[in-house]
């Protein structure tokens, strides 16, 4: 009954069009009222509380250094040395996106931010080259996945607040798995692009290559410094977040010379009115969490998945295929505040490593961003690129099922994730 209770008052309020923030919200005082332990006090003491966290002070810096990016020239200039390594392959185009979004990740850790970067850059050419409009922006729309992925992941810094998981941990055990889903997207583009029959470009020189690698290097260096520091213990996540936007306004500024002080009040703006929607989801949040903790509903959940606990991987892919469900109807951020305080003790109870779990869990979410009908990113390439939302869907079909595979294969074969977690976390 419990159980009932707060999915039917959640799923209520959002069908009468009540923000999320707010359904989170109204479920948590629903259940309140079914536990008769209804008090407005610990109410606002949990949405206060469940802003008042270190860690996610890394969100709006990272939102910030994304924003910075795009506008100050780091985002182009990555995509135009993907465009001079690869750009002459038949089909080229396509590897550049996928390059310039692996890249990008590195930088934002935003898919709505990449594949609006990648949007605005790449579809004109992409469409001026003779491909479809709709497999372009599939395309597009699919590498953006890559984005919460990839370190440094605002995702993945959500997710290790909401279940005490290090985010330095998870940031590095993140890597191979983000790079994989960038080779299933090329294998992918490649059989479809076998079928084109488009010239190519002219390869770059070497003078030319050299010359886009050394106007990139500068925003090639963010990563490093991230990964670096982050590995050697220089600063933890949220340090980094702060060194991130410093060093992309220094370098926008300073070094690039294309952001003005003009222009900061605006990218502040934006990065402020971004983070506040993502701060006060994850405060709302909090209230469901707590509840769910003192209506024990995680224990009535590894009662529900009892018959998939003896086998490790079984269990994975019953969580998945929930998430996956979970994920065409609902955004990544809410799904990943709302289904961890739910999971954590059954991923405990089963003896999964909770790092391996994170990393998967973040896959899944971000795939959620390109899965009809909601598909945030679906929308914002469709936006952008001024598409119709059902070309962008067929679009991106292949690129899905390709994600969705090499998620299902790292189920069946975590020590892909385990391994190179432990090799880069020592």
């Known amino acids: 009954m419990t159980i009932t209770v707060f999915i039917g008052s959640l799923l209520g309020a959002m069908l009468i069009g009540m923000p999320i923030a707010f359904a989170l919200l109204a479920s948590g005082v629903a259940l309140m009222w079914h536990l008769d332990m209804f008090d407005a006090q610990i109410l606002a003491q949990n949405v206060i509380g469940g802003a008042d966290s270190f860690p996610l002070l890394a969100v709006p810096f990272f939102m910030l250094a994304g924003e910075i990016m795009n506008v100050g020239g780091l985002s182009r200039r990555i995509v135009d040395l993907a465009l001079a390594l690869v750009g002459h392959i038949k089909g080229g185009l396509g590897y550049v996106t996928i390059m310039a979004g692996c890249l ?71 890597i191979v798995p983000g790079l994989l889903i960038g080779v299933a997207l090329w294998l992918t583009w490649a059989w479809l692009a076998r079928r084109e029959h488009l010239e190519p470009p002219p390869r770059k020189s070497r003078t030319e290559i050299l010359a886009a690698f050394r106007h990139a290097l500068w925003a090639l260096m963010l990563p490093v410094i991230i ?48 983070s506040a929607v993502v701060m006060f989801l994850i405060a709302a949040a909090m209230v469901s969490a707590w509840l769910i903790t003192v209506a024990d509903l995680p224990s009535k959940v590894v009662e529900l998945l009892q018959p998939f606990m003896g086998n490790k991987i079984l269990l994975m892919a019953a969580i998945m295929v929930l998430v996956m469900i979970v994920g065409t109807a609902m955004d990544m951020t809410p799904t990943i505040l709302i289904l961890t305080p739910v999971l954590m003790p059954v991923i405990k109870a089963a003896g999964i490593d909770p790092v391996y779990f994170g990393v998967m869990f973040i896959i899944n979410n971000s795939i959620g961003l390109v899965t009809p009908p909601v598909g945030t990113v679906l929308n914002v390439v469709a936006g952008v690129g001024r598409m119709k939302m059902d070309e962008v869907t067929r679009g991106v079909v292949p690129f899905m099922i390709a994600e969705f595979a090499i998620m299902f294969l790292m189920v069946v074969f975590p020590a892909l994730v385990t391994v190179p977690a432990k090799l880069f976390g020592g």
């Open 104 to 174: 990008l990740s590195a930088l934002s850790g935003s898919a709505v931010a990449d594949a609006a970067a990648l949007t605005a850059l790449l579809l004109p050419m992409m469409v001026s080259a003779g491909h479809k409009k709709e497999t372009a922006g599939g395309l597009i729309a699919a590498t953006g996945v890559i984005g919460p992925v990839i370190p440094p992941s605002i995702g993945l810094v959500i997710f290790g607040v909401a279940a005490n998981v290090s985010i330095s941990k998870l940031f590095l055990a993140a």
């Open 227 to 274: 990964l670096v520091g982050l590995r050697m213990g220089v600063f933890t996540p949220t340090e980094a977040a702060v060194v991130a936007a410093a060093y992309a306004l220094f370098v926008s500024m300073v070094v690039y010379r294309e952001l003005s002080f003009a222009q900061l009040r605006g990218i502040f703006v934006t990065a402020a009115k971004t």
